[in-house]
């Protein structure tokens, strides 16, 4: 009896073994070997970021590792002023885009009515639009009030140059003065921040609106060559402090012209471009924020208190 059911389990070990060198043995049909493998959308393809100027390079940073993380991935970063970029993010031709401020109600509705998809914006970090002057200019410091009184009059006492008019650095000067521009109000911008620098050679006490990211890649001989021409100008605050763009100060909002950066996103499933935004809410990304000079804003989210410090942090 014994022999009989050994004799049973061999030729059933032997049938399945059969059976299952057959199915491993079975050659692919043509169409299976067409097939690609499954991958996670945000690993593979190519996406074309559009950024205002004053954010490029943060943008480029976190583009270039990710596309170590993600060889087969291709981010490519386009510079365009923000009130354009925003008006083509809410009318669907843009999928990702780094700005310093979310749609507005109205724009959301918009880019839903139009494309059926829900927009997502996530805040990645804190910046600063800055006041710049050659550093032959003994003046170190400005106030708010020179600025209003100044920014936009037809006979200014001081100069103030843009790098771009409606771009982020122009949109939070103005909010943040809470000033309205007319139509045909005289806008002085250059064309980028690198023309600005050289028009304060120029005009030694003229004043450059840039934004603080600009001078972050302190590494690079052509911004290690501007900070030899210009200096940064603190701002006079409402109690008479003199305030500088650092990091303590961006992050507890005394700086008076502090700003968040956004990622505003326009794509459907989980591609590049949300992979892209949770790569750079990441330790990893925040982490890239701190190298570009920029406060954090996911690391140290809790400790964050806008206008909650009495004094500023030098």
Known sequence: MIKKISLLSLSAFLIFSTFNCKDKEKPLTKEEQKTPVKRALHEYGKLTMTVDPSFKNLAQSLADIYMVD????????????????IKDFYEGEIPLLMVSKPLTKAQQQHLFDKTRINYVSSVIALDATIFITSVDNPVSSITKQDIKENLYHQNPKITFVYDHPN???????????????????KV???????????FLQKDKAAIGI???????????PKIEEYLK?????????????????????????????????????????????????????????????????????F???????????????Q
């Open 70 to 85: 993600y060889p087969d991935v291709k981010i490519e970063i386009k510079e365009e002023i923000e009130e354009k970029a």
């Open 167 to 185: 771009s982020a650095n122009y949109n939070t000067v103005n909010d943040k003065l809470k000033l309205t521009v007319g139509n045909g109000t």
């Open 188 to 198: 002085t911008a250059m064309g980028d921040a690198e023309k600005v620098i050289d």
């Open 210 to 220: 840039i934004g603080l990211n600009i001078l972050s890649d302190k590494g690079n």
């Open 229 to 297: 021409k210009i200096k940064i100008l603190s701002i006079v605050d409402d109690k008479g402090n003199a305030v500088q763009p650092t990091i303590p100060n961006l992050k507890y909002g005394v700086y008076p012209f502090y700003r968040e950066i956004y990622l505003l996103k326009n794509e459907i499933g989980f591609g590049i471009g949300a992979g892209y935004s949770r790569f750079a809410g990441s330790q990893r990304g925040q982490k890239i924020v701190t190298r570009e000079s920029l406060q954090p804003y």
């Open 299 to 313: 690391i140290y989210k809790r400790e964050v208190q806008i206008n909650h410090l009495k004094q500023p942090l």
